[in-house]
């Protein structure tokens, strides 16, 4: 689960002699200078000068028009909706320690256990639901708008799965945001600023790499940050030039695995035959989980 990665991080920050957090900042304004990026914040008087800015703030980031552009995100016409479930309350039947996906017309289902197994991640992704693009990634949703959009996204697929879908009381609702994938090191540092995650290079969840790409960020930001003999504006190019083409291939992956989840008519039938013949190698992707 994501809280015990959070978790996880926060500890090992305890034992840091070298690390300040200063909790609750927002972010006003970045300007670069000749010797550091002045920062001023929201909620306090003081200027921060710094020797290096590195943007990790999300779709909506405020650090990013300093490297590549103010463009807005777009909406992408996908919406996700998530339920955790207490396992003791299931059938037996989906109390597997496995990870289990559904492909349907314009939509997939995923479900696997999370917090040690105490519960089930339930996750539906569906095109075109009913409402507004929101900016906001976690959006509450009335039991009834969620009856409604799933109802309605899902009326043709087996029992089972609405069943299980059903048994989710509270949903989270977020609207899916993308940008095209990153074409070239320059939008990922610019002089002495530099960006990860998805202030970076977002990506639709469906090779389910967004965060597993932030953390790899962060692995080659540290090993370039060592080159003390390199200027800050060298260890930072040095990190773009590493890391934007395996990132741009995994935002392209992520779409393309979209279309395939969600296909239709005989493109559907075109997985569905690769899938029974290819089985597990399909999702055997060296490139991806070998670095």
């Given at each position: ?174 609207c899916l945001f993308d940008r095209p ?83 239709q008519g005989w493109l559907s039938v ?22």
């Amino acid at each position: 689960h994501r809280a015990d990665l959070h978790d996880c991080l926060w500890q090992a920050l305890q034992g840091q002699s070298s690390v300040a957090l200063a909790l609750n900042h927002r972010l006003q304004t970045a300007t670069h200078t000749a010797q550091s990026v002045e920062l001023r914040f929201e909620n306090s008087q003081a200027v921060v000068h710094a020797q290096a800015l590195l943007g990790a703030d999300g779709l909506h980031s405020r650090v990013r028009p300093l490297v590549c552009g103010d463009e807005t995100p777009v909406a992408s016409g996908h919406w996700a909706y998530r339920a955790l479930l207490p396992m003791q309350d299931l059938p037996l039947v989906w109390r597997k320690p496995q990870i289990g996906m559904w492909l349907g017309p314009a939509l997939h289902v995923v479900h696997y256990p999370v917090k040690g197994g105490e519960w089930l991640n339930l996750v539906v992704l569906v095109e075109a639901a009913d409402g507004a693009a929101t900016a906001g990634w976690d959006v509450a949703r009335t039991p009834a708008q969620t009856a409604a959009d799933l109802q309605r996204a899902m009326n043709t697929c087996c029992r089972e799965l609405q069943d299980l879908v059903s048994m989710a009381l509270l949903w989270r609702a977020w609207c899916l945001f993308d940008r095209p994938p990153v074409h070239s090191a320059a939008q990922l540092a610019r002089g002495k600023v530099a960006l990860l995650g998805d202030a970076a290079h977002p990506m639709l969840p469906y090779l389910a790499q967004g965060a597993g790409m932030a953390i790899e960020d962060a692995a080659q930001l540290a090993a370039q940050w060592q080159l003390a003999h390199l200027s800050v504006e060298e260890r930072l190019q040095r990190y773009a030039q590493v890391r934007w083409q395996r990132v741009a291939k995994v935002q392209q992956r992520a779409r393309r695995n979209g279309k395939v989840f969600h296909a239709q008519g005989w493109l559907s039938v075109a997985r569905n035959t690769a899938m029974a013949l290819g089985g597990a190698k399909l999702m055997d992707m060296p490139w991806l989980y070998g670095g």
